[in-house]
């Protein structure tokens, strides 16, 4: 592990003029993305540089969501009743508006069978993160869920921003720490010290809750990494712009933007293998969540990177934007 600095290329240059109550600056540099050490989708660990850009101090919360909604209107993708065309083979009576909850089962017999926990569920969206009887009237300060790609993508073209590329993403959670483990350092508990919101016991059965929360936590629960950045690790997912691939392109240059059309990225690679069927092509998610484990998903470090459907939404994860521009916002 290295404390980027004068060993890697820098650009100390801050905007002058940009709004930094919600938003951080970040010196572009040269950093190792990636890991040969853990998924084989974090491999080959290679050179990146990035430019410098803003990224939100924590992921959009409960209350900065429903401002957008109230100004726009916007409707989520689990607000809206699936089009049959888009799901060839589906029954119609399956086909309604909902979004997949996390429900603690009583017994697991494989941890490969994800459909044991989730559970597609009519009614479940970004104001009832848990189910139709569930509401978020105590968790303004709680990071948005139920969220597709599209919504993501509409919110921070509605606050002039963007979503950050996984390079992007990757660089910041490191905090300036380039190779450690974790966004803090190189040790998951330092001191014993919990240091995001993770899952704690045997997932998905047994959940301790050492770290002091069940779901989803406030956004600042957890102390800022190196940058000053919270919640880069843990408690949920969050989206970037990046076409999914099974592996990294080793020394590939990461361009600062990702076409819109999947056509520009790597279309064949993300699609669902195991839907043959159904073409949904697949954005890259980082960070780990309040559901990851050492039992099951030790994605919570910087490196880790996991593929989600953009038609899909779930009750772990959300998003935070970037902005490239040196202007005032």
């Not at 017999?109 to 044991?116: A, E, H, I, V, Y």
């Not at 993508?153 to 590329?165: C, F, H, N």
């Not at 059965?205 to 779901?215: A, K």
């Not at 994605?299 to 040196?326: L, N, Q, W």
Request: a negative charge; aromatic letters at 12%.
């Amino acid at each position: 592990m290295t404390l980027l600095g004068t060993d890697i290329r820098r650009d100390e240059r801050r905007p002058e003029g940009c709004r930094t109550a919600d938003m951080v600056w970040i010196p572009g540099a040269m950093f190792r993305m990636g890991s040969d050490d853990h998924y084989p989708e974090e491999a080959p660990a290679h050179r990146v540089r990035v430019d410098g850009f803003w990224i939100d101090r924590t992921p959009v919360t409960n209350h900065q969501f429903k401002r957008f909604v109230i100004a726009t209107g916007h409707k989520t993708l689990a607000e809206i009743s699936p089009d049959p065309r888009d799901y060839p083979g589906a029954l119609p009576h399956m086909l309604y508006a909902g979004s997949l909850v996390f429900v603690r089962p009583r017994s697991t017999f494989d941890l490969r069978d994800w459909s044991q926990w989730w559970s597609f569920m009519k009614g479940a969206d970004w104001r009832h993160p848990y189910g139709p009887n569930s509401n978020i009237g105590a968790l303004d300060d709680h990071p948005v869920v139920h969220v597709a790609y599209s919504d993501a993508l509409a919110y921070a073209r509605w606050a002039g921003k963007d979503l950050p590329t996984e390079a992007e993403w990757e660089f910041a959670a490191r905090g300036g720490l380039d190779g450690a483990e974790f966004a803090w350092g190189d040790e998951l508990t330092p001191g014993g010290v919990h240091m995001a919101n993770t899952w704690q016991g045997e997932f998905p059965l047994h959940n301790l809750h050492e770290d002091g929360y069940e779901r989803t936590s406030p956004v600042t629960a957890f102390p800022a990494n190196g940058y000053g950045l919270h919640d880069m690790i843990g408690n949920v997912w969050e989206w970037t712009s990046d076409w999914y691939a099974a592996r990294h392109e080793a020394d590939a240059p990461k361009a600062c933007c990702v076409p819109e059309n999947p056509r520009g990225g790597h279309e064949e690679d993300s699609y669902d293998p195991r839907e043959p069927n159904v073409k949904i092509p697949r954005k890259v998610i980082k960070g780990g969540s309040h559901l990851c484990a050492p039992n099951y998903c030790r994605r919570y470090r910087p490196a880790a990177r996991h593929a989600e459907a953009i038609d899909t939404s779930t009750s772990h994860v959300g998003f935070r934007c970037v902005s490239r521009s040196p202007q005032a916002r």
